[in-house]
């Protein structure tokens, strides 16, 4: 799958490059599937990688899917996950990883 | 004060109660076939009923409020001021409505010549042996007796004899008692007896010679006392330390109970519950703050560290951790430690009471692991134990032996029974395999332990095998934290790191210590020219150690969001302006943000929501509980943990009601407080009361 092989990818840049994660998603809308999706599949992975990094997971009803990204003085990147697959929602993490603050 | 509608209204389905005493109404009809249902009339207006309704919901469902003193919708029945009689049509004696269960056919009249009759003389006899102590009364103006004598009484009196007095019970330092007011009706017998679990109160005596009280000189030992004032319709009953009411949320302990504070020239006087609903939003004014100097230079290249407290606002927290970010600190602490390993906070459902507090009332068997619910979550431990009463919930405890004013299954006190039931080997398991719907409640004082993350693994490995064996459906959620702070949820919501852990591996030059009052980082634990700051409400020790000391604002008097431990977000709303130069607390770090040359991009309270909302959308859904899930993933994660249990046992903070009263910097510094914990260690007759009339 190409959303596990973009996880196997970021690994443990992500703790590298950025200070927080955080991803907010409603837990029943049709537009975070993916994003619900993703977290079942590759969170558990991601976070193994991770141990020390705060990947906070925020569900709340009837907000859009976005995912933050928080890089070193408290610069902050989001980006929207609406209506998008679990591909394009690790590929959304890797742009922010590879980002620069 | 009850109000009779003029005209009894005809059966909508919904019903309602126009008192300010929020009557609920406990008739639930029910989708079965109409059969069942019996049909009454209420002044000739029909009505369909269940059988074994009373009178009294009868009415209040047609929405005719029958006066009443003894009867309340949460106590058993009494039926003893009989004030609530009303004529039924075609008998010969009128009935009382609190108690009678309604029969097919009934015609009640509420308004009749008989029952008005009835209510005159009842009302006449009630008078008879009040004292005429209204204009010195606390209880003036929210009186059941004034108001529903206004309504119900007879214009003249006949009385022409003497009336009785009472000696004044001494039962503690919360409550005032003036015995000669009482009328009987019990309530606040029942309630210590039912709802408190401590039968202290009595009736001693009969006739005229009858009095409420504990017949021995005995305290009202409960932490649910003070509620027997609320309870109490006339004067006899009122609290001894005490408007402008406020409306409010409770932060001494983690459940975010609704509350009514109420003041008097600057200083709060009491506080009184309220239902939990639907709140209007306020505005909030701003006001230009002022600040000293020497701030700005400090910040300049150093170390930057943070420890929040138990009692600090959402608003606060977002604000400090946004300064510290742009400061390149990630330094960011709560007292109360939670155990980071595994998904730690990452997962809501990981730090949450899941079951919510109304998912009590659903459960039919409850673990609890090291808590004392007693005095951690006062009413948390109600409602349990109105589970136990009525809905045969069974509870065991793998903890400390404590009097939970229930009866429990003590499993036992060591970290071994732990083990045992996660693995499966333990006899318990064989009845948590049978519950239809099982809770386990873990305590956060059994994860502030060094073995913390090794008993939260326990407890989830508990949680996923109890919910795999029960077959119950997939809303239900097993795993709950029970917090003891008010913050913590919040603080958790943002992605505090838990515990000063952190603090104490990489000791920061600059200390930010938000309310920060359980001596977890001394001066000892820092380099040696730290700088310590504290900002706070009620200085306690984080204000002894610091160098600069910023006057905050309590929750009293401030508008700020705090989550309780359900994840429900709630505000606080300004009761009383703060005192002297103190400040909201998030302006205060606005304004220190300026000063270290960092702005924080708000000016507003609706911009730091709106910068809460980005972090944690949960956060400004008010009054509401948002479900988490992925219990799946943190059990996964939890099973990498390595900790092994220690061999200590299990025990909470907080054991008898002493432990209860001075918990946190606000109790601590209470007079009131002072005196409850000495009266509960030598006695009610060691406090020394000035002699009040």
Known sequence: ?101 | MLRLPAVSRALAGAAHSQGSIAITNNVRTSARASSNMVEVFVDGKPVMVEPGTTVLQTCEKVGVQIPRFCYHDRLSVAGNCRMCLVEIEKAPKPVAACAMPVMKGWNILTNSEKTRKAREGVMEFLLSNHPLDCPICDQGGECDLQDQSMMFGADRSRFTEGKRAVEDKNIGPLIKTIMTRCIHCTRCVRFASEVAGVEDLGTTGRGNSMQIGTYVEKMFMSELSGNVIDLCPVGALTSKPYAFTTESIDVLDAVGSNIVVSTRGGEVMRILPRLNEDLLKYENILSPFTHTHAISQLFQGSEVGAIAGGMVDAEALVALKDLLNRLDSDTLCTEEIFPMAGAGTDLRSNYLLNSRITGIEECDLMLLVGTNPRYEAPLFNARVRKSWLHNELQVAMVGHKVDLSYSYNHLGETTQVLQEIAAGTHPFCKVLAQAKKPVVVVGSSALQREDGAAIFKAVSTIAQNSRASSGVEEGWKVLNVLHRVASQVAALDLGYKRGVDAIRKNPPKVLFLLGADADCITRADLPKDSFIIYQGHHGDVGAVMADVILPGAAYTEKNGTYVNTEGRAQQTRVAVTAPGMAREDWKILRAISELAGVTLPYDTVDEVRRRLEEVSPNLVRYDDVEESNYFKQAHELSKAVNQSLLAAPLVPPQLTVKDFYMTDPISRASQTMAKCVKAATEGAASVDEPSIC
């Open chain 1, 1 to 101: 799958m190409a959303a596990a092989a973009v996880v196997r990818g970021i690994g443990s840049n992500l703790s590298k490059h950025l200070r927080e994660v955080r991803l907010h998603l409603c837990q029943i809308s049709a537009a975070s599937q993916g994003s619900r999706d993703f977290i079942e599949q590759h969170y558990v992975t991601l976070k193994e990688a991770n141990l020390e990094l705060p990947i906070l997971i925020r569900e709340c009803s009837g907000v859009q899917p976005t995912l933050w990204a928080r890089y070193g003085f408290g610069k902050e990147r989001s980006v929207s996950l609406d209506n998008m697959n679990v591909d394009q929602v690790a590929k959304a993490l890797e742009s922010l990883v590879n980002a620069k603050p």
